[in-house]
């Protein structure tokens, strides 16, 4: 909902002049719909990267699916790339069994990078609600998601990134970050995310119109909507902001018929429990289904 310099997804860990080791990562799940429901119709993965099975808590219609990457994280030169595809009228929930690291990089400095492609076709949702990345203090990392909606398709997706390790007092006070989101719909950009930090850009960390020392942000997107949400629906949302208060700083905006929801805080799980109340607030209005979060998020 986890905001780059424009990366070209099959070449963002190039080879930089060392041998070091580097653990390369695909996905690719395509969900369709039949007579008996939606089924992942392709699961095809390599390396550590992959989900074991869909789960249907919510009926057949509608798939829930967890990423499971035993490494836990990113080292220098390591890359995961995952490519999800609901087709038409089909259904997916798509989620993390744990957050994602992007640990210290190592002396040579290879990148390490994770590539999303997302997309959704005519009459079909997708929700993409990962658990938080965390940047070690001395990453390099890169992060690029593409979501691209057709015309009467629907997304719900968030991005929940914490700076250093902010538990343990250890701030992002050096390495490298470069986040991008793009969103799509027929293929115009509907919105474009994109952060920095790193270099000449590190005064984002603290900068009035950055993130305000704040270690942790997010970003949550649900559309499109077929019309302005109802004002009570609006003030609902405002209110669950309100009630967070005084752990997080968020404002809502929408942008064409995009719902957008930006928060900074001091804690993931915070922010984390402030983008899952909004999307449950905001579920039944964009798919009509009450919330149903997934099982793992319990444990």
Known sequence: MNQLAIVDIPNIA??????????HADLELWFERDAR?????????????????????????????????????LVSGDRLDIRVEVRENAAALVTTTGAGRVYRARPDGLLQGQNTVLQVAAGASLEWLPLENIAY??????????????????????????????????????????QRLEIFRAGVPLLVESLRIGGADRYVLNAGAGLRNFPVNGLLVMGP????????????CREIIAGHGQRCLAGISQVTDMFVVRVLGHCAFDVRRLLTALWAQLRPELLGREPCAPRIWRT
């Open 225 to 236: 909507f077929a019309a302005t949400l109802p004002e009570e629906l609006m003030t609902s």
């Open 37 to 73: 429901g939606c089924r992942l119709a392709r699961n095809r993965h390599s390396g550590p990267l992959y989900v074991q099975k869909p789960f249907f808590p919510e009926g057949r219609d509608l798939a829930h699916v967890y990423l499971l990457h035993p490494p836990g994280g």
């Open 137 to 178: 203090p001395g990453a390099n990392g890169a992060m690029h998601t593409r979501v691209d909606i057709a015309p009467g398709g629907r997304f719900a997706g968030w991005e929940i990134t914490s700076l250093g390790l902010p538990a343990c007092d250890e701030p992002f006070a050096s390495g490298r970050l470069t």
């Open 14 to 23: 190039e080879a930089q002049g060392t041998q070091a080791s580097r653990w």
